[in-house]
Every structure is written in structure tokens, then in C-alpha cells.
T-cell receptor, first 115, second 114 residues
Framework: DAGVIQSPRHEVTEMGQEVTLRCKPI?????LFWYRQTMMRGLELLIY??????IDDSGMPEDRFSAKMPNASFSTLKIQPSEPRDSAVYFC??????WGTGELFFGEGSRLTVL | KNQVEQSPQSLIILEGKNCTLQ??????????LRWYKQDTGRGPVSLTI?????NTKSNGRYTATLDADTKQSSLHITASQLSDSASYIC?????????????FGRGTSLIVHP
């Protein structure tokens, strides 16, 4: 398996623009997590899905953020409209958590810069 | 609220020296504890996993310890190498509804100088 695949790796956009980040989890994993990482706050959990269903989105900063998982092999994180404070590295991770040991497999991240 | 605290925040050592990173947690009920290594510009990768009954586990030059009574863990790196320069993140998983939901520490940034 190729691991968790994220795109784009880098995104530079202007304030007010819509940003869509994409993630393909490892086949067979039943959990998918979206994290945001900054120097100030470290890794913050934004939202996670179990079998494509959003379970906890309490980490989503505000209504400008939304996430979907239309099927087991694809998820998106959308920011609309984007703001400079959204600049961060966004990681997607997948895992087989149900009765498993809980190892998270991370993608390489999407570095977002909002000007 | 589940929390994971790591210390020190950052550490600089010379190549060949040993170091120890600390992790304290309040996650309950406890399932397991992992140490992840995150190289610059990459996603975190799991180094070790420790369950309730394990006190020590080694992975090459990395040795993790767990004291479930005091809710503390440490990661000891022996004979450090330049490639050990990275962020080390302690992740503790609790049990919710039969699944294991992880809580992340903020990490310790380690720099190994030649």
C-alpha cells in the first residue's frame, strides 16, 4: 500500500479564497483524522470519521471549515473563505482503531499559506 | 479532560550523547501509549507502543518506559545520531465505545549537533 496520500503538498492562496485539501487513506482502515499543526499549538485534532461518518468535529475552528468523507477512500477538508491565521500544515491520518492498537498512519501533510 | 504534557519543549545535544524525553498524561481509561518521531516536513511515524502491562520496550537505540501508576513515560535515546534530530510526540490512547482515540502531546524538539 502506498500509505496515506495527501494533496496538494503545498498551497499558497490569498485571503478570501476557497481551499480544498484532499486525502486518500490506507485501504481497510476504518478511521480517518484531520489534524492541523502549528509551531504555537502543535498537532490539533480537527475532526475524525469512523466508517465515513463524522464522529467528532469539535476541533473544527469555525464554520469556515468543513470536512467530508463521501466514501472509504477519499476525504476533503475545505476552508471557505480562507484567512491568514489558517496558515499551517494540515495532516490526514488513518487507522484501524476498532479493537486495534491505534497506530495512526500519517500522510506527508499539506502546507497551507494564506496571504 | 484528557491531557498529555511533554518535557522539555526543546533539547540540544551533541552527537553520541544520550538523552531522555518525558511524558505525563491524564488519559483515562488508559489503553496504550505511543511515541512518534516527526522529521521536519514529514508526518509523524510510530516508534514504540506500550500497553498497561509493559514497563520497558526497546526499538534499536530508542527505549521507552511506562509507569502506569504515576502516569508517566520516558523515551531514552542512546548514542544519538544526527538523524535523530526531529520532534518526538507522545500519544496516549483512551477507550471510547470500544475504540481507541488518541490524545497528542505537543512534542519535544530534539536537535543533535555534530
Amino acid at each position: 500500500d502506498a500509505g496515506v496520500i495527501q494533496s496538494p503538498r503545498h498551497e499558497v492562496t490569498e485571503m478570501g479564497q476557497e481551499v480544498t485539501l484532499r486525502c486518500k487513506p490506507i485501504s481497510g482502515h476504518d478511521y480517518l483524522f484531520w489534524y492541523r499543526q502549528t509551531m504555537m499549538r502543535g498537532l490539533e485534532l480537527l475532526i475524525y470519521f469512523n466508517n465515513n461518518v463524522p464522529i467528532d468535529d469539535s476541533g473544527m475552528p469555525e464554520d469556515r471549515f468543513s470536512a467530508k468523507m463521501p466514501n472509504a477512500s477519499f476525504s476533503t477538508l475545505k476552508i471557505q473563505p480562507s484567512e491568514p491565521r489558517d496558515s499551517a500544515v494540515y495532516f490526514c491520518a488513518s487507522s484501524f482503531l476498532r479493537w486495534g492498537t491505534g497506530e495512526l498512519f500519517f500522510g506527508e501533510g499539506s502546507r497551507l499559506t494564506v496571504l | 479532560k484528557n491531557q498529555v504534557e511533554q518535557s522539555p519543549q526543546s533539547l540540544i545535544i551533541l552527537e553520541g550523547k544520550n538523552c531522555t524525553l518525558q511524558c505525563n498524561y491524564t488519559v483515562s481509561p488508559f489503553s496504550n501509549l505511543r511515541w512518534y518521531k516527526q522529521d521536519t516536513g514529514r508526518g509523524p511515524v510510530s516508534l514504540t507502543i506500550m500497553t498497561f502491562s509493559e514497563n520497558t520496550k526497546s526499538n534499536g537505540r530508542y527505549t521507552a518506559t511506562l509507569d502506569a501508576d504515576t502516569k508517566q513515560s520516558s523515551l531514552h535515546i542512546t548514542a544519538s545520531q544526527l538523524s535523530d534530530s526531529a520532534s518526538y510526540i507522545c500519544v496516549v490512547s483512551g477507550i471510547e465505545g470500544g475504540s481507541y482515540i488518541p490524545t497528542f502531546g505537543r512534542g519535544t524538539s530534539l536537535i543533535v549537533h555534530p
